[in-house]
């Protein structure tokens, strides 16, 4: 038996002053699509941004549904709408944030397998920015950071 550690490299920011512009516009993106969330069940208000190569930014928010398993993610449905309205553009970053801005933004699980299925499609790394408690500001180099071991295509060959 070989005990093996997995480390995750990623970074804090204590502000949005201390990002790239691009990426505090990003981060203002997502924060403006919290006010298309449809949350009436939870409350939970989630808004997320993309940033694609050509610099063209595209919102998703969260919808929810009666139905609840039928609820919809801020990102599954900012990734949507890239895929279908800049199918040729490559998605360079992703930033994540909540209405209520005390906690760490943590994508689900689901969200972070179709993530990682757009990352492996376009053969570049998608970074995501994540929204932190106290106006702070997470980033991670590529969703594989998030998702260690993640199933791809290729291990359907
Ligand atoms: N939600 C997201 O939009 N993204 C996530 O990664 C986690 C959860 C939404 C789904 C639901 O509308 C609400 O947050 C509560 O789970």
Redesign the pocket.
Known sequence: MVELKLQVEYCCYASTTELPLEYVALLDCAKKALAK?Y?P??G?K?G?AILLEDGTLVQG????NASYPL???????ALAVANIQHPQQKIKAMA?V?EKDDIF????G??RQVIWENEQRNQTPILMLIQGPQGSVYSFTSIGDLLPFGFSGADLL
């Open positions: 969330s949350s069940y939870s939970f989630v997320a928010a969260n919808q929810e609820c919809l993610c801020a990102e599954r449905n994540v909540a933004v943590s994508p689900c689901a969200c």
